[in-house]
C-alpha cells in the first residue's frame, strides 16, 4: 500500500542555518504530494504541494521538488527563523479519493 | 471568518460515555474527512464524505460513526469511549475529491477519556 516516511525529529537549528527534512514515499500511479505544517496548538496548514514529476513547490521560502526517480519530496529552506519552529508533515494523496496518507511528522525547533 | 471550525476545542469525558464533535466549513466545498492524531503526532484518516457520501472508511471501529447532514458539516459521533480514543481530532475539507487539491484543516478538538 502507499506510505510516507520522513526523516525522525526532532531537527534543532540555530537562526539562518539551512534546513533539510526528507521524505520518500511508496506509491501506486501518481500521487500528488505535500508538505503541511502545524503550529503548536493548531491545526495543519498546506506549506507546498506538487502535483507531478519534477514538479517544484514552493511558499514562505520553503521548497520540495517531486522526484519519481528517487521517490523523494525533500523539503528545504535556506535560512530558517525562530518562527519556522514547528511539526512538518510530509504526505500523498490518493488520486481518487484524495484520502492523504502523512509521514510521523518531523518536529524543528530553531534558537535564536 | 474561519474556514473550517470544530467544536469543542476540548473534550474531558468518562469511559463509556457517548460523544459528539461538529465540524462546519464555509468555503463550499464539496468533500470532507476526519482526522485522529495520536499522542505521537501521527496523523491517520478515518472517514471522509463527498456530497453527504460516504467514500472513506477506514478500519474504524463502529463505535465511531459520522453524520453529514448537509455538505458543509460532517459530525463525529462517538459510542461507549475508551481510554484509548483520547487523541486530537482535525475535521478538513477540500473542493472535491480528487488528490490534486488542498485540504483546509480546523482547529482540532482535543478529546480526553479518563
Known sequence: ???????????????????????????????????????????LQLLLKATKADDKGSNKGFEATYRKETTSFHLEKGSVQVSDSAVYFCALSDFNTGKLIFGQGTTLQVKP | ??????????????????????????????????????????LKIMFSYNNKELIINETVPNRFSPKSPDKAHLNLHINSLELGDSAVYFCASSQDRAGRNEQFFGPGTRLTVL
Open chain 1, 1 to 43: 500500500g502507499n506510505s510516507v516516511t520522513q526523516m525522525e525529529g526532532p531537527v534543532t537549528l540555530s537562526e539562518e542555518a539551512f534546513l533539510t527534512i526528507n521524505c520518500t514515499y511508496t506509491a501506486t500511479g501518481y500521487p500528488s504530494l505535500f508538505w503541511y505544517v502545524q503550529y503548536p496548538g493548531e491545526g
Open chain 2, 1 to 42: 471568518d474561519t474556514a473550517v471550525s470544530q467544536t469543542p476545542k476540548y473534550l474531558v469525558t468518562q469511559m463509556g460515555n457517548d460523544k459528539s464533535i461538529k465540524c462546519e466549513q464555509n468555503l463550499g466545498h464539496d468533500t470532507m474527512y476526519w482526522y485522529k492524531q495520536d499522542s505521537k503526532k501521527f
